[in-house]
């Protein structure tokens, strides 16, 4: 059974749109001219470079257009990526539904994130990127007036506008605003649950994080072997005779091997760029190394399965491991289930080896 990624993706999007009722909130204040508004959003990161929060329109909201195809409504959710001391906050648009609009980009001055209430001061020139359309500026005709009030000075005006045509050029070069924060995927709503996991137990989600790094190299590295092997099998005798071609061949496995490790540990290949919730957590890890353990035990003839089960209890150990590490060097708590999991596999090891 393949995996079923429409079905991830709309679980991700309902699961955005169910707000838990413990989850850290924010008062954000947006002031534009004389109007002033008030929200509260869920606070997914509050990190030193990036504060992202999740905000749902409520009954209350008044519809706001956009453009001749985007309407905010309520029940929109909406995804506020905001940089201190710079002068823009990115917006990721869904309508209620949760299909994807676009990026809207607000040009303001630097926020002010001291103490709740966050203070943002639009200056009223926006950036909007329509999916699967061009970029365009919106709201030029209020700047101008905004100036001619004498609510912002002519000087601030053209900073504003050069920000603004800046943010629109490079988002057409690269189609989308890669400058979002690294811990978001294509998709920002898919990757709520990982940002909520990251902030309310981050030794899950870094061991989540790594663990499926390790999973991801071992799949690349299946797939260059598996790929070279059939190429030196079909051009050469390395299968066939000791020689140059099976140095060769047994060099540039290690070669990939080396390459990959890098890449996929720290991210940079395909299948690891974007966190996910975990496959697993401490716990379901500990029960599979004890029914393993009891595996052990109840085998009469260890030997005939140890090469078989090495890999397994080896695998098993290692991920009980890296969740031991991350629950500890994050949560700062005991990990008990995956130092008992990290214990029964090498248990299991031990006795698969020297009996």
Not at 45 to 67: E, N
Request: glycine letters at 10%.
């Amino acid at each position: 059974m393949g995996f079923d990624l429409l079905g991830a993706r709309r679980r991700a999007l309902r699961a955005a749109r169910r707000i838990p009722e413990e989850a850290p909130r924010v008062d954000v204040e947006i002031r534009r001219g004389g109007d002033v508004q008030r929200f509260r959003q869920e606070l997914l990161s509050d990190g030193p470079r990036w504060k992202i929060t999740l905000q749902i329109l409520d009954a209350r909201f008044t519809p706001v257009r956009v453009d001749e195809a985007t309407t905010l409504r309520p029940g929109s959710l909406l995804i506020w990526f905001l940089r201190p001391g710079q002068p823009f906050e990115i917006g990721a648009f869904y309508h209620g539904r949760g299909t994807f609009q676009g990026y809207y980009i607000n040009l303001i001055r630097p926020p002010r994130l001291e103490s709740p209430p966050w203070i943002i001061e639009d200056l009223y020139l926006d950036v909007w990127l329509p999916e699967g359309g061009d970029g365009v500026l919106l709201d030029e005709d209020e700047l101008d007036a905004a100036v001619a009030r004498g609510e912002l000075s002519a000087e601030e005006a053209g900073e504003v506008r050069a920000v603004g045509a800046r943010l629109l050029a490079r988002s057409r070069r690269r189609g989308r605003p890669r400058w979002l924060p690294g811990g978001v995927g294509r998709s920002p709503a898919e990757s709520v649950p990982a940002l909520r996991l990251r902030r309310d137990a981050p030794g899950t989600f870094h061991a989540a994080r790594i663990s499926g790094r390790i999973i991801a190299y071992g799949l690349y590295l299946m797939a260059a072997v598996s790929a070279t092997s059939a190429g030196f099998a079909a051009f050469t005798d390395a299968f066939l005779t000791a020689g140059p071609a099976q140095d060769a061949w047994r060099l540039t496995m290690l070669g990939e091997a080396l390459i990959l490790a890098p890449l996929a540990l720290g991210g940079w290949l395909p299948a690891t760029r974007w966190p996910q919730p975990p496959l697993t957590d401490e716990r379901s890890l500990f029960i599979a190394t004890l029914a393993a353990g009891l595996a052990v035990l109840a085998l009469s003839d260890r030997a005939e399965w140890a090469g078989a089960l090495l890999p397994v209890y080896a695998t098993l150990g290692l991920f009980s491991l890296v969740f031991a590490v991350c629950r500890w060097r994050f949560d700062r708590e005991v990990p008990v289930f995956a130092l008992a999991g990290v214990a029964m596999t090498l248990v299991a090891l031990v006795l698969l080896i020297v009996t």
